[in-house]
Each structure stands twice: as structure tokens, then as C-alpha cells.
């Protein structure tokens, strides 16, 4: 059994709710309008060209092309870690070090599960590989971004007391241990969240779509559970090395605190 | 002998200093606010980004990492700060060897015991005092260290730094807002102008 196909009309008709929520937004001086619609029309375009993109791709299932979408979507996802820093590092090295710990974390364990064990024949086949990094990539990036901040906002108000500790000998790791142990958990609270709360509180998206798919519930929840672990050790494993990372470049070579090596953004 | 040797040091614009400090001795330093007093121990202390040279006695900074340089000549910055809940978590020594430090300022030794939370501004500047010198260094480098003290603790605070500075034999940078204090501790004196240039102050007198 497949899926029932939805028309244009159904769409509109869920697009009308939208309308709505925007009038109310406006007579009650939210301003949420403009970002609203802004949003709306973005989730549309961008939904119907990677539909338009993954219908070509699972016609021909070559690995240049999978690497070269997943390329684009770390791409992105570094980007999105970026913009989401009050404080961030300067220039192309804040990107390099958000999509560095994405890479090693999300592709190593996208492989071992495509490779290990899904075990597809080819492994890359990209009806499993591009919704798993996808997934995998999302929330890694949930996490990486969430502890950077955390980071970076604890250590600029903070500064005064790492600088009494650096005085007092310690080095610039040991002297911010706490507060990367802090922002290493504020990263990962989210997914163990949602770990507990899975099937209890919501259905996770991914089981619904399998299920709306005409899968069988148990599988669907199998499937379920393994993405679930996947992003778990994803995120937990980029969370840290994007604190590692974020440690040693915020100190340099004299254990100094740096923080002119960040920029705040408007 | 470990004498401080301060030499073409330049930061932010600063500089160059160049001065020496002899081991067992006294140098005040005053200036306008804004003058880069505190910038100039940070930069000693290489907590700041720097050029020039400084050694003490043989060693240059850079033969030891940055945490042992600062553990040996040691600064201690105008206000303390505490990251654990006790006092005595601050500390890494057995109590014995910080006892008398602790009376010479007034306190028992059950002060360990007690919560960061409830100390006073004055008890936690003193308190940053013992924390310092539990590492036992070779140079101090005091930023207004009885700033926030009354007239019986900066007495007891004036000997207890003196007196390490003489008996240990090391080079003691003094910086302070207070003239008459620093004619009562120091054997030279320093002074920082508004533009950031050091002159000797000529006709000091000698404490002690």
C-alpha cells in the first residue's frame, strides 16, 4: 500500500490555516506576518526542489552524486551552526571548526550505519543515505550550535574568573573544564530529551512518515530506534570534538584567554 | 640572584618598558587611571599578548609554559575571583603550610571551611593573598592588593607582603593608588603617565 497522493487543493487548504494564524498575528501586534509568509514560501520552494533533486538522484544512484549532496547539505548545515552564534569565532575558522565536528561525527556514523549496518547493496544507495545524513546532520547541528553558544556566552562572562585561574597556573583547559563540561551537556539534553519522551509524549517524524507509508508499525519502529541511537552518538560525539576544538582556539600557545578571536554578531 | 629584568616589553601600543627589579626589594608603581598599570603586570605575567623580554634570575619567560611562568612570578589581580562553593576547595597545599599565612592575616584556619558566598569583600582579598602565596613564587606582581581593606588589614597585609618579599628574597611590583602607602613599603618608585610612559620617581623615600 502506498501512499495517498496529496493535491494542490489539499495543500491550499492547510496553506488557509496559515492565513488565518497571519491575520490574527496582526491584529494582535505580533509582527509575525511577513516572517510567517517568509517562511511558509521558503518551506515550499526549498521542499519541492529537493523532492525535484532526490527524484533524479534515486534514478541514478551513482556515489559522486550522493557525496556531492551531502557535501552541500555540511555545507549548509556549518553555515546554519554559524548564524546561530551570538558570539562567534572570527572569520572562516568558526565554519571550518561547526562543519569539521559535523563531518567527522555525522558521515562516520552515517557510514557505519549504511556500511555495518543496514548493509544495503551499494551501501550509498540513496533512498537510506541522504534521509539518514539528513537526520543525522539536523540534530548535530541542534547540538554543535546549542554548546558553542553556551561556550562562547559563558566564557565572555566569565572571563574575569578563567583569567584569576590562568593566574593561579592552571592551563586554559583546565581552567575552563567546568564550563565546557556545562556546554557539552546543554548540547546533548535535547536528544537524550527526546530519547525518554519518544512514543510517550510524540511520535517521532521519521516512524509517522514509514507508517503513512504503509510500513508495518513494528518496523517503522525499529528503524525508529536506530536513527534515534545514531543521533545520539552523532551529536554526542560533534558536540565534543566541536568543544575541544573551541578550547583550543579561544586559547593560543601561552594559555591565554582570546577572546578578541571572537566577533559578536548584530 | 632571581632579579625580575624587564626589557623592551610592548602591548597594546605600549611601551617599550624597560626596568629591574632586584630580589628582595620594593618597586611601587602609581598613575592615572587608565594609564595601563594593570595592563603592564598582565603583560608580565603573560596573560595578555606581548613583545620584549622578560627573565627572572636565569630563566626567560619562554623556556617554561605560560602556566608555570605565571605560578612563579604570580599576580595578583585588584579583585579575586572563586569558582568553588568552600574556600578550601581554592586551595591544593595541606593546611599546614598555609597556617601561619592565614594568622598573619587574621584568620583561623576553619576559614577553609567556610562558603565563598558568605565572605566580605575585604576577607576574600585577603584570602586571594594566602591563595597566591600557596604556590610559593619568585616575583610578586600586586595590583592594589589592600584596595578593599581597613586600616588594621591593610597594617597586617603591608607587613605580611614586606616581609615575604625580604625573607624569600623576591622582586615584589607594587602597584597602588595610595602614595603614602607605597612610601611606606617600597625602595623605588615608578610612575605611569596618561600617555603610557615610565619615569622613576626621583627623591622617593625608602620604607624600612
Redesign the interface.
Known amino acids: 500500500m502506498g501512499v495517498k497522493p496529496l493535491s494542490p487543493l489539499d495543500l491550499s487548504i492547510a496553506a488557509c490555516l496559515l492565513i488565518v494564524l497571519g491575520l490574527f498575528s496582526h491584529r494582535l501586534k505580533l509582527g509575525l506576518e511577513k516572517q510567517l509568509a517568509v517562511s511558509a514560501l521558503r518551506t515550499t520552494v526549498q521542499l519541492l526542489l529537493i523532492g525535484q533533486v532526490l527524484r533524479i538522484l534515486f534514478a541514478n544512484a551513482s556515489l559522486l552524486f550522493v557525496v556531492a549532496i551531502s557535501m552541500v547539505m555540511l555545507a549548509v548545515a556549518g553555515r546554519e551552526v554559524m548564524a546561530r552564534q551570538h558570539r562567534r569565532l572570527r572569520g572562516s575558522q568558526g565554519w571550518l571548526l561547526g562543519t569539521g565536528s559535523m563531518f567527522i561525527s555525522s558521515f562516520s556514523v552515517a557510514f557505519i550505519a549504511l556500511a555495518v549496518i543496514i548493509a544495503n547493496d551499494p551501501w550509498y544507495t540513496p533512498q537510506y543515505a541522504i534521509p539518514l545524513l539528513g537526520m543525522l546532520l539536523g540534530n548535530t547541528m541542534n547540538g554543535i550550535s546549542l554548546s558553542m553558544d553556551r561556550m562562547t556566552e559563558t566564557l565572555w562572562q566569565q572571563r574575569q574568573l578563567v583569567e584569576q585561574r590562568l593566574l593561579l597556573g592552571e592551563t586554559g583547559s583546565e581552567a575552563t573544564a567546568e564550563i565546557r563540561r556545562q556546554a557539552m551537556r546543554s548540547g546533548m539534553i535535547p536528544i537524550i530529551n527526546s530519547m525518554a519522551a519518544a512514543g510517550l509524549v510524540s511520535l517521532p517524524g521519521m516512524m509517522t512518515g514509514q507508517i503513512l507509508g504503509g510500513s508495518s508499525p513494528m518496523d517503522a519502529v525499529k528503524y525508529q530506534i536506530l536513527v534515534m541511537f545514531l543521533i545520539a552518538a552523532g551529536t554526542g560525539f560533534g558536540v565534543m570534538s566541536a568543544m575541544w576544538l573551541l578550547t583550543r582556539k579561544l586559547f593560543d600557545n601561552r594559555d591565554r584567554l582570546r577572546l578578541d578571536q571572537l566577533e559578536s554578531s548584530s | 640572584m632571581n632579579d625580575l629584568q624587564i626589557s623592551g616589553l610592548f602591548f597594546q601600543n605600549r611601551g617599550p618598558y624597560t626596568f629591574r627589579i632586584v630580589p628582595g626589594q620594593v618597586v611601587g608603581l602609581q598613575g592615572a587611571s587608565g594609564a595601563g598599570k594593570t595592563l603592564l603586570l598582565r603583560a608580565i ?5 606581548n613583545q620584549g623580554q622578560v627573565r627572572l634570575g636565569d630563566m626567560a619567560r619562554e623556556q617554561v ?4 611562568w ?2 612563579t612570578v ?2 595578583l ?1 585588584a ?3 572563586w ?1 568553588f562553593d568552600a574556600v578550601g576547595d581554592h586551595f591544593q597545599v595541606p593546611v599546614q603550610a598555609i597556617e601561619a599565612t592565614l594568622q598573619q592575616l587574621g584568620f583561623e584556619s576553619d576559614v577553609l571551611n567556610w562558603e565563598v558566598s558568605r565572605l566580605s569583600t575585604g576577607e576574600k582579598q585577603r584570602l586571594a593573598i594566602v ?2 602565596l600557596q ?1 610559593k613564587p619568585r616575583a610578586l606582581l600586586l595590583d592594589e592588593p589592600t584596595a578593599s581593606l581597613d586600616a588594621e588589614n591593610i597594617e597586617r597585609t603591608e607587613t605580611l607582603l614586606v616581609d615575604y618579599c625580604r625573607q624569600q628574597q623576591v622582586p615584589l611590583l607594587w602597584v597602588s593608588h595610595d602614595s603614602r602607602q607605597l612610601e611606606r613599603v617600597a625602595d623605588d618608585q615608578y610612575y605611569i603617565e596618561g600617555d603610557g610612559t615610565l619615569q622613576e620617581v626621583r627623591g622617593g623615600q625608602h620604607g624600612r
Open positions: 605575567a603573560d596573560l595578555d599578548p609554559p605560560a602556566p608555570i605565571r605560578k604570580a599576580m589581580p579583585e579575586s575571583f569558582w591563595r597566591l604556590n
